[in-house]
Structure formats: structure tokens, C-alpha cells
């Protein structure tokens, strides 16, 4: 059984810092890709960051680039989002995502809820 479970979300001030973490089980997790999206209500869902199979590579969207970093460890199965500045458009629900790197398959979390707010 996929499982996904997201971690570390709440409310912070602007300015302030959060972890996010993605415990997976289930698969195998160093031959997929991992991902983290947000969505704002409102708002399609919007590609937050993403992370090779190893680690070695990295992606980011313009909006988080030089505040987020995504990182990985396979021996505890686990991907994390380290956000630094937060700023109120960054309230969103945070999904971790998982991409199988030779067929594609996709799995999802619940989601975890940021909130940027005084």
C-alpha cells in the first residue's frame, strides 16, 4: 500500500521558516522522482519543487527560487522542503508527489497546510 504522509505545516509569520516533510512507503523509493506542489484556495494546483531519483537535480519554481530548498534522504525514504522568507502567498496546501522514474506512476499525499500570517 502507497502512502505518502506530509509533516511540519502550520502557521508562521512572515519572515519565518518552516520544514516540511514527506514520509513515503510502499515503493521503491529511490527509483522515483519526488516532488513538492502547493495550492492556494482559489488556485490550481502549482508546481512547487522537484528532485531526482538520487538527489543530484533540482527544480524550482521562479516564485520560491533562492527560499525553498528540496532535499531527499532514500535510506529514511523521506523528501523535505525547507522554506526560509515566508510571504503570505505562500499559504497554501502542500502535496508531496511521486513519479515513477521508468513508468510514470503517480501518488499523492494528503497535503499539509501552510499559512503565512501576523
Known amino acids: 500500500q502507497v502512502q505518502l504522509v506530509e509533516s511540519g505545516g502550520g502557521l508562521v509569520q512572515p519572515g519565518g521558516s518552516l520544514r516540511l516533510s514527506c514520509a513515503a512507503s510502499g515503493f521503491i523509493f529511490s527509483n522515483y522522482f519526488m516532488g513538492w506542489y502547493r495550492q492556494a484556495p482559489g488556485k490550481e494546483r502549482e508546481l512547487v519543487a522537484v528532485?531526482?531519483?538520487?538527489?543530484?537535480?533540482?527544480n524550482y519554481a521562479d516564485s520560491v527560487k533562492g527560499r525553498f530548498t528540496i532535499s531527499r534522504d532514500n535510506a529514511k525514504n523521506t523528501v523535505y522542503l525547507q522554506i526560509n522568507s515566508l510571504k503570505p502567498e505562500d499559504t497554501a496546501v502542500y502535496y508531496c508527489?511521486?513519479?515513477?522514474?521508468?513508468?510514470?506512476?503517480?501518488?499523492w499525499g494528503q497535503g499539509t497546510q501552510v499559512t503565512v500570517s501576523s
Open positions: 508527489n511521486a513519479v515513477g522514474r521508468l513508468w510514470g506512476e503517480t501518488y
Open positions: 528532485i531526482s531519483s538520487v538527489g543530484g537535480n533540482t
